[in-house]
Structure formats: structure tokens, C-alpha cells
């Protein structure tokens, strides 16, 4: 969308609120009843599976007639409360007022029913779950207003989730101290960006770190060196919706960012471009974040994604208010080289929504803004998820692929490289 004209504000936040991994105001998820079997013992862990760069794991909803029903959730350490499909949501009974029970690994979990979002939202008339995910079905969405009742372990390298009773484990790692907001069970953590404090929600379910486009705009004239490019690239634009913040983004690399007890360096990051333009931003604010931070109930800069989390296995003590760092390999100063192209998905296919410039100058020539990207190197591309069109949109610098595009009927077939994101070697003390 290029006009704040064409979204209501209404809508706007629900999808600003879906992308950056939560739902604003929601009802406080209060009503959660947790029921451990024997044999589950002090912890449970389950496998999760990656889509879109994001987390997922399988549950078990209990249908009205005592059956159950699988199906995938996005572990969203973001989102205040349950958010279900629209079908799901009337499968389980909850439009008639039941509650929400569900099995999580062996750990049954009931949530009052008030409590629960009916659907996603929609973007273009589509849902935004399937706008994320497809052709992968993701029904849920699995909160950090059910998370909290947990000591949660996410482990990139095992692709596994631990579920354990609060008080039961010996984390391991470097502790981190979080604030968990008391309504929205969202963790929050006091980093610092330029000797400056920048609250910054933990979310694995973001698959990178998103930022305010206003104070991002404030670093880059203080260090113009930070900037990367303009517009979305690589997993920084795995929302893929027809809105301005991927398009009109901005891309940097924070040489060092600082956590209590903890560093870390060289940190990719999106400031968003404004819904509906500048014009929009100056009528209305940071319409995508001012809603989301009311939803979650804290001020925040942005969220910490997973182009930082996949590097360490990362436990959540909600009840202490305490995070735990372990650090499974060494942070990636690549995650911004590739192909400079922002895409947005149309149907079952993708279209390029913006041509990434840096210093003025486009890093694809030969490529326009509404050009329908068919295929690379020969690979056709509809039907495909967004990560494996990232996958194979991705090139080393100097790498070479073969675009072929459909422009307003016209067949236009463009032969480019990767670009270097130009990322300073850091060395991290953690």
C-alpha cells in the first residue's frame, strides 16, 4: 500500500501487530491453567520446524467432542495472547464461548476463551498467516501470555523448544535481566545503541531485527557509516506485505550492541519506512509501532529477531524476570549480502515492491518497482514459500543470477550480481 488512505487505521494495526509478532490490544491472558502429567517430569521438550524464518511447533488442540486436532503455531515470544485461524477458531467451539485447551508436547494448557483472537487479520484480503507462511498451513500462534507460565529454552542448533516448571532447571548461559510486562508477558530487555537506552523485545518469532525508522534516521546522521541500503533485502523483507515498512526501510549495521553483562557486535537491523509515506507518519505518528507498543503494554525501540537469536540458545525465566545467552556460533556479518531487491508476495507469486539503493544509486539496474519476478536462473517461483525465494535469491558478492520478469506483459530478462553489505569485522567479548 502506498497510501495511508487506502489501509483504515483500524486495519493497519492489526496487520502492524501481526507482522512484528503480536496482536495489540488484546485482553490480558489471565485465565491459563497448566496441568503437568507425571511422566512429563520438570521439563518437556519438543522439536520445532523453521518456516519463513520464523519457529513453529505442533499442538494439539481438543476439539468440542474430546478429539484432537494437530496443528503448526508460531512460537511468538511477542504476542500478548493465542491467535487462532477463523476456521480453527470455530472448529474448537470458541465462537460458542468454550475455552481453549490444548496439549503442548505432554503439558495440557487451557486458556479462557475471551482471551483468544479470532483470525489473523487480513492484508489485501488475504491472511496474514497464509500471507507469511504458504503453501506451509500455520494455524496459531503460540504467546508469551501462555509462554510466561513456562521457564522456555529455545535451541536454534537442536531446533528444539523446553517447556520447564519455574524454579525446576540450572540455566545455562550468560544471565541477561528482562522486564516482563505484568498484562502482556512480553519480555523486554534494556539494551544500549550508541551509549543510549534502547528497549528491545526478545522475539524468535521475528526472523530479523526490526527497529523505528525515526531514531534509526537519528543514528544515521550522527553515523553515516551505520547505513547499508535502502529498502527491505534478504531476511529483513520476510514479511513480504504490500505495505511502506519493508520498501521504504532503511538497512544498518550497529557495530556493537550492549546488553547488561553481554555484547554484541556487528547487529543488522531494518528501520521501517512510514505507512502511507511521510505524509502519513507526520498525521498519524509510527502508526506500526505507537499500536504495537500499546498492545504489549511497554515503550520500545523495536525487537531483537533472529538473525541475532539463532546464534544462541536462548532460555526465558519469566518468572524471574531473567534471560540466559549461550552462544552457539559465531555471529554472521553476511545476513545483508545478496541481491538487492524488496519483494512483496501477490497470490501464489511474487512481484518486486522496491529496488534497494545505497547511496542513490540502485543495487539492480535493469529491475523496476512492480515488475512480477518469475524466475531465477531458471527456477520458476510461484507457488514457492518466501524463504526459498530468498534462497535462492541470495548471491555471494559478485555472484551471478539471472532474473526473469514479467513487466506490464513484457518479458525483460536481467543478468545481476550480489552486493556486499560492507560490514566491519567485530569481535565479540561475550
Same mark, same amino acid.
Given at each position: 500500500m502506498r497510501h495511508l488512505a487506502r489501509v483504515s487505521r483500524g486495519l493497519a494495526i492489526v496487520i502492524a501487530g501481526l507482522l512484528s509478532a503480536c496482536i495489540p490490544s488484546v485482553p490480558k491472558v489471565d485465565q491459563v491453567a497448566v496441568v503437568w502429567p507425571a511422566e512429563a517430569g520438570a521439563a518437556v521438550t519438543l522439536p520445532m520446524q523453521r518456516a519463513s524464518?520464523? !519457529?513453529?511447533?505442533?499442538?494439539?488442540?481438543?476439539?468440542?467432542?474430546?478429539?484432537?486436532?494437530?496443528?503448526?503455531? !508460531?512460537?511468538?515470544? *511477542?504476542?500478548?495472547?493465542?491467535?487462532?485461524? $477463523? #476456521?480453527?477458531?470455530r472448529e474448537l467451539g470458541l465462537a460458542e464461548g468454550r475455552d481453549l485447551t490444548m496439549r503442548v508436547g505432554t503439558i495440557g494448557v487451557t486458556v479462557g476463551g475471551r482471551a483468544v483472537i479470532d483470525g489473523p487479520g487480513r492484508n489485501g484480503g488475504r491472511d496474514l498467516l497464509d500471507l507469511?507462511?504458504?503453501?506451509?498451513i500455520v494455524e496459531a500462534v503460540l504467546p508469551a501470555g501462555v509462554l510466561r507460565r513456562f521457564v522456555v529454552t529455545v535451541d536454534p542448533r537442536a531446533a528444539s523448544l523446553t517447556l520447564a516448571r519455574p524454579g525446576s532447571l540450572r540455566p545455562r548461559g550468560v544471565p541477561v535481566p528482562v522486564r516482563i510486562n505484568p498484562a502482556s508477558g512480553v519480555a523486554v530487555v534494556e539494551a544500549r545503541i550508541d551509549d543510549r537506552a534502547v528497549p528491545l523485545v526478545l522475539d524468535v518469532g521475528a526472523p530479523y531485527t526490526w527497529l523505528r525508522g525515526r531514531t534509526v534516521a537519528t543514528w544515521i546522521d550522527r553515523h553515516p557509516d551505520w547505513h547499508r541500503a535502502d529498502g527491505a533485502v534478504g531476511r529483513s523483507n520476510l514479511a513480504m506485505a504490500d505495505l511502506d515498512l519493508e520498501?521504504?526501510?532503511?538497512?544498518?549495521r550497529v557495530p556493537r550492541l550492549d546488553l547488561p553483562g553481554l555484547s554484541l557486535p556487528d547487529v543488522g537491523a531494518?528501520?521501517? #519506512?512510514?505507512?502511507?509515506?511521510?505524509?502519513? $507518519?507526520? *498525521?498519524?505518528?509510527?502508526?506500526?509501532?505507537?499500536?504495537?507498543?500499546?498492545?504489549?503494554?511497554?515503550?520500545?525501540?523495536?525487537?531483537?529477531?533472529?538473525?541475532?537469536?539463532?546464534?544462541?540458545?536462548?532460555?526465558?525465566?519469566?518468572?524471574?524476570?531473567?534471560?540466559?545467552?549461550?552462544?552457539?556460533? *559465531?555471529?554472521?556479518?553476511?545476513?545483508?549480502?545478496?541481491?538487492?531487491?524488496?519483494?512483496?508476495?501477490?497470490?501464489?507469486?511474487?512481484?518486486?515492491?522496491?529496488?534497494?539503493?545505497?547511496?542513490?544509486?540502485?543495487?539492480?539496474?535493469g529491475v523496476e518497482a512492480g515488475d512480477r519476478l518469475l524466475r531465477i536462473d531458471g527456477q520458476p517461483l510461484d507457488g514457492l514459500p518466501p524463504d526459498a525465494v530468498l534462497a535462492t535469491l541470495s548471491a555471494r558478492p559478485g555472484g551471478?543470477?539471472?532474473?526473469?520478469?514479467?513487466?506490464? #506483459?513484457?518479458?525483460?530478462?536481467?543478468?545481476?550480481?550480489?552486493?556486499?553489505?560492507?560490514?566491519?569485522?567485530?569481535?565479540?567479548p561475550c
Open positions: 524464518g520464523r !519457529w513453529l511447533v505442533s499442538v494439539g488442540f481438543r476439539r468440542p467432542d474430546g478429539s484432537e486436532r494437530r496443528a503448526l503455531a !508460531w512460537l511468538n515470544m *511477542a504476542a500478548p495472547a493465542p491467535i487462532l485461524s $477463523e #476456521g480453527l477458531y507469511l507462511f504458504a503453501p506451509r520498501p521504504a526501510g532503511t538497512l544498518i531494518l528501520g521501517t #519506512g512510514p505507512l502511507g509515506g511521510k505524509l502519513g $507518519e507526520a *498525521a498519524f505518528g509510527e502508526a506500526f509501532w505507537d499500536s504495537w507498543q500499546a498492545g504489549i503494554g511497554e515503550p520500545v525501540v523495536g525487537w531483537l529477531g533472529n538473525n541475532v537469536l539463532d546464534d544462541v540458545r536462548l532460555t526465558l525465566d519469566y518468572a524471574e524476570g531473567q534471560s540466559f545467552w549461550e552462544r552457539q556460533r *559465531a555471529a554472521r556479518s553476511d545476513d545483508l549480502d545478496g541481491i538487492g531487491l524488496t519483494l512483496v508476495r501477490h497470490d501464489t507469486g511474487y512481484a518486486v515492491a522496491a529496488v534497494a539503493t545505497r547511496q542513490g544509486r540502485p543495487l539492480v539496474p551471478p543470477r539471472i532474473l526473469e520478469l514479467d513487466r506490464a #506483459g513484457t518479458a525483460v530478462r536481467v543478468e545481476v550480481e550480489g552486493a556486499r553489505s560492507a560490514s566491519r569485522k567485530q569481535i565479540c
